[in-house]
């Protein structure tokens, strides 16, 4: 209990200790991204709200932006990734390596959601000129065929993290002390997730929890990474 209070008040601090300017991101991204935070009127409940009324000019200016952006720094239809060595000229066989090595990762990125998930980092970096790229290893469960046998590789998947689900706090340096991202999973999703540490017991799998995930400095510098689920 007292490891998941703390997190509850560290995820409390990083709520509260968002810059003015965080402030004004927030507010751009509520003009110019309106399609990522459903906004709703507050005048009825549940099934009877109604679309608010608002200009779309910028978010229709961002959305082609982007799809130009993404065209032409991520063209799916060509090798886009190139490994070379910086100080000389490679011999033929380091030649064959490096080749090797862009071909298969250009094949993990294919087999994923890469170029979605780029599509909104680029769009968060372009209109609120801030974004966050998560990625991390497929579970087992939606591993691909493709990459290797159990135990072993299993593809990636990536995430843009929406800024308003998004805190940290930097020191002096601008080097992150602490973060947390925010997101949101079925009851299904989180017993698969967290598997034998998981001990809520759920009737509706489409339920949906909130899960903070948390990486904090440590003293050795490198960063410790925790999970709290508080409604659980």
Not at 184 to 205: C, G, N, R, V
Request: glycine share 4%; charged share 25%; proline share 3%.
């Amino acid at each position: 209990m007292k490891e998941q209070q703390r997190l509850e008040d560290l995820y409390s601090w990083l709520k509260t200790s968002r810059q003015p300017f965080e402030m004004a991101i927030e507010d751009i991204q509520a003009l110019m991204l309106p399609h990522r935070l459903e906004i709703m009127t507050s005048t009825r409940e549940g099934k009877q709200r109604i679309p608010a009324s608002y200009d779309s000019t910028a978010a229709n200016a961002a959305d082609a932006l982007v799809n130009f952006l993404v065209g032409a720094v991520f063209p799916a239809s060509a090798d886009w990734l190139k490994f070379d060595l910086f100080l000389s000229e490679p011999s033929d066989e380091e030649r064959d390596l490096l080749d090797f090595g862009t071909e298969k990762i250009m094949q993990v990125l294919d087999n994923s959601n890469f170029y979605e998930a780029a599509a909104v980092s680029l769009k968060d970096f372009w209109v609120l000129g801030n974004t966050t790229w998560y990625q991390e290893e497929q579970t087992p469960s939606a591993m691909n065929s493709l990459f290797g046998s159990e135990g072993g590789f299993t593809g990636l998947a990536f995430e843009g993290v929406q800024f308003s689900n998004m805190f940290r706090h930097l020191d002096r340096q601008g080097m992150i002390v602490a973060a947390c991202r925010r997101f949101s999973l079925t009851m299904i999703e989180a017993q698969q997730f967290f598997q034998e540490e998981w001990s809520i017991k759920w009737t509706d799998p489409s339920e949906e929890v909130e899960v903070l995930h948390f990486y904090e400095l440590e003293m050795d510098r490198t960063y410790k990474e925790s999970w709290y689920v508080p409604d659980y």
